[in-house]
């Protein structure tokens, strides 16, 4: 029985030992499978292995796990396909057609397809660059106001060339995919403008206060536009921004225009409620008490404050002439329109001038819509009138008559002068952040000053006037002039007391006798401003708007109302300089342009087009 159980553990042991080296051979066969059981157990990713292009695959990496990719088809596998048997799989079941390919077949294949993507690559790439040049060469063609052709016709050309001499004829074939057809101008236009709408709306979308100034033009095809401006706080700082242009179909009365404008308010997003000025010029049609725009606008929006533009008002006082002087006037003007009327005159004119050695060799034509233009006319005549005088000596005796005059020529002399002043008055009130403090100051000082130019000129003393000091004019002449100028601008200027907005111009320099009329919590403000010494060396650095919106965050009630005494508008500055663009841009060659709002929209914005973000809301195409 013993010798039975030996046995039978002697056949189990050596059985198990057979066992034993099967499973050590089989092991050798079956290590990648194994292997890949214990990394799947223990969560590892695969790794990519160079032999697994052998069965057409290559690899992507997504996260920290590499992906098997089939250089055929492309599909994508999981990582836990990252192995022999299943790529084979992939392979012998999806693609049996290539079963027997060896690597260099499927490495040639991975290598065109490189090549390819790399081609597509560049080709996006350039279409992309395309886009933006695009987009950029039409906002330079809207700002410098010229026809949308000459994009394809000179620019295009002109880089061509350039690039072409510079760089060589492959950067030529580069440039020449930038579109840039008359279309494709106007597409491009119309965005950038629709996007400079859009970031108004936003600026402003949140209750902002504004103010409006707006006018009314004839163009060149005698339609009528209205042209407005907005000005509002752009986070730290003042702007200027254009709004609309917009054309009045048939008429343009107080109806029209009110209606007008408050469609563009409703197409900007912006609410009658917000706004806090309006400035006009003072045309029936603005300003008429019954019918006017202002008076239909003060019916449902009292709070909105109207104001005269101060250009507008200063120019009518300027033509208010004794009739002595204005014969005067009258008659160089008809002067000037005859030699500048005839093309041998002016020629003639112009050859004396450089004979004679004088600073200039033409005269300035008299145009009575220009603010500036007596001052210039009046100044250049004067400097000529030799040379005029020997001109119409033998063909106009009778100009010839009146230049000789002594007296004549000193009352010339004296509108000369007079008009260089205002002139100088005219021009300090153009401008950007202009507003109804300095405008005023600037009215208020050229009254104090012509009170002085009166008190001289009764003494006999005409140095203020630099042409007139030589000449032999009675100061009766003078005076009378002086007295009109006077009565007029305060006829026309009756409410440029604003001593009540002083603690706005300065806060620390008024008493409480000078804020008695402010609200109590304005006056506890005001008050706790001007004991706080860090704000008053701080009104020193800041220019005053700047300060006032320092302040906003520790006493919002003040601040608030001294942004509202600064941000109305005092004239149609930009209005006028906008209907100069317009005059420019809608010219005879192209006077049945539709696009003029958003042409002017992307030529005198303050704010400029977001290129890059219309160009990722495109689909790039060098086509077109």
Known sequence: MEKFLVVKRKRLSSSEEHSENRTSDSSG?????????????????????????????????????????????GEKLSNECMVPSKLNRHLTTKHSHLEKKDKAYFSRLLSSQVKEAKVMNNITKTSEKALVASYKVAEVIARKMQPHTAAETLILPAC??????????????????????????????EDMSADIQKQVAEKLNYGAKFALQLDESTDISKKCQLMSYVRFLNGESLAEQFLACKELPLTSTGSDI??????TLKENGLYWKNCISVCTDGAPAMTGRMKGFTSRLKQDFPHIVFS???????????????????????????????????????????????EAGALHDTLILHTEIRWLSRGKVLSRFYELKNELL??????????????????????????????????ILNASMQGKEENILSSSDKLNGFLRKMQVWKSKVEKGELEMFPLTVDTDICSSVVLEHLSVLEDKM????????????????????????????????????????????????????ETLLQFWIL?????????????????????????????????????????????????????????????????RSKQAHVSH
């Open 258 to 263: 009110n209606n007008c404008m408050t469609s």
């Open 29 to 73: 066969s079956s290590a990648t499978m194994l292997l890949t059981q214990r990394c799947s157990s223990s969560g590892a990713a695969r790794r990519y292995q160079e032999s697994y292009l052998s069965f057409g695959f290559t690899y992507t990496e997504s996260g920290n796990r590499e992906l098997p990719v089939c250089v055929v088809c």
């Open 390 to 423: 020997q001109m119409f000596a033998a063909e106009k005796p009778e100009f010839a008559a009146l230049i000789s005059d002594e007296t004549w020529c000193s009352k010339v002399a004296y509108l000369a002068d007079i008009f260089g002043h205002l002139n």
């Open 160 to 189: 061509k060339e350039i690039v072409k001499s510079m760089l060589g004829e492959a950067a030529e074939r580069e440039i020449s995919k930038v579109p840039l057809s008359n279309d494709t101008i106007a597409r491009r236009i």
């Open 551 to 615: 302040v906003k965050r520790e006493f919002p009630v003040l601040s608030e109302h001294a942004i509202s005494v600064l941000l109305p508008f005092s004239t149609t500055y930009l209005c006028e300089q906008g209907f100069s663009a317009l005059t420019y841009i809608k010219n005879k060659k192209r006077e049945r342009l539709l696009s003029v709002d958003q042409e002017l929209r992307v030529c005198l914005s303050a704010i400029p087009p977001r290129i890059e973000q219309l160009c």
């Open 308 to 354: 005269h533009c101060f250009l507008h008002r200063e120019a009518l006082v300027a033509k208010t002439i004794p009739e002595g002087l204005k014969n005067v006037m009258s008659s160089v003007v008809e002067m000037v329109n005859y030699i500048k009327s005839r093309a041998l005159k002016t020629r003639v004119l112009k050859v004396m001038c450089q």
């Open 490 to 541: 305060k006829q026309y200027f009756p409410s440029l007391n604003v001593n009540e907005c002083d603690w706005v111009r300065n806060p620390f320099a008024v008493t409480t006798e000078d804020t008695k009329h402010l609200p109590l919590q304005e006056a506890e403000e005001l008050a706790e401003l001007q004991a706080d010494r860090t704000m008053k060396l701080k009104f020193r650095e």
